[in-house]
């Protein structure tokens, strides 16, 4: 029985490892040239909506980068499972 219980229990690792993903896309382009700077703002939220007060806005992104002129914008999404969800907002420019 214990066999079958740690079996299983090493099933359940594969699968949730596995059943994870991260997305990265582009948000916006200016036509600002490509700045040096990078500023990046991340909220993470438990069941898909309960961010409690988090901030991943592409104004807290660029102001941590200590970016003016903001030349892209991407958003990362990662899920784990649909129970813990990132976003992770990234700013380039000058």
């Known amino acids: 029985m214990?066999?079958?219980?740690?079996s299983i229990t090493a099933l359940v690792a594969v699968v949730a490892m596995m059943a994870s993903c991260a997305l990265?896309?582009?948000?916006?382009?200016?036509?600002?040239?490509?700045?040096?700077?990078?500023?990046?703002?991340?909220?993470?939220?438990?069941f898909g909506f309960l961010f409690l007060g988090q901030d991943a806005s592409i104004?807290?992104?660029?102001?941590?980068?200590?970016?003016?002129?903001i030349s892209t914008v991407d958003i990362k999404m990662t899920?784990?499972?649909?129970?813990?969800v990132t976003y992770t907002?990234?700013?380039t420019g000058e």
């Open 24 to 46: 990265t896309l582009p948000v916006n382009a200016t036509s600002n040239p490509i700045g040096s700077k990078v500023g990046t703002a991340k909220a993470t939220g438990y």
């Open 59 to 69: 104004q807290k992104a660029a102001k941590k980068g200590g970016i003016s002129k």
């Open 79 to 84: 899920n784990l499972l649909g129970l813990i």
């Open 2 to 6: 214990l066999k079958k219980i740690k």
């Open 89 to 91: 907002t990234i700013v």
